[in-house]
C-alpha cells in the first residue's frame, strides 16, 4: 500500500480517505497477485501490465473504472444495486456502503477476459 500513500494524504476529507484506503486495501489483500500503482494520478491495479481496474475520488462518491468491457458485463447489476454510473465507471457514494461482491466480479472479470491481452487498454 505504500505505492497509495502519498494519494491517499492527498485526499482532505478524512471520511474519504479512509474509505478509499479501505477499498484499495482490500484489492490488494483480495487480489494479491495485481499490481498496485499511480497512474494518470489515479490508483489502479495491473495484471501482467495490463489494466484491471482504476479508481478516482470526487467530492460525492469514489469512482470504480472497471474499463467498458466490465461495465457491460455488469450493467445490470449495477442498475440493481441502485448505483450511478456512466459508459466508463461506477460511483460508489460516500454516504453508501461499498458492494465489494460487485467489485469482485468485476475485478474476477477482467483478470480472466484480459488474460491474455497484451495492451493496456482493450483494443
Not at 469514489?62 to 459508459?87: R, S
Amino acid at each position: 500500500m505504500e505505492v497509495f500513500a502519498e494519494y491517499l494524504a492527498n485526499i482532505v476529507n478524512e471520511q474519504h480517505r479512509a474509505r478509499t484506503e479501505e477499498v484499495l486495501t482490500w484489492v490488494s489483500e483480495r487480489f494479491p497477485n495485481l499490481e498496485p500503482k499511480i497512474a494518470w494520478k489515479q490508483p489502479m491495479f495491473t495484471d501482467h501490465d495490463t489494466y484491471i481496474i482504476g479508481f478516482s475520488v470526487s467530492k460525492q462518491h469514489l469512482a470504480v473504472a472497471p474499463e467498458q468491457a466490465g461495465m457491460v458485463q455488469f450493467a445490470d447489476e449495477i442498475v440493481q444495486a441502485g448505483y450511478d454510473h456512466t459508459k466508463e465507471l461506477v460511483r460508489f457514494r460516500w454516504d453508501n456502503p461499498v458492494d465489494f461482491s460487485l467489485l469482485e466480479k468485476m475485478i474476477e472479470f477482467n483478470i480472466v477476459d484480459k488474460a491474455d491481452c497484451t495492451t493496456f487498454w482493450r483494443k
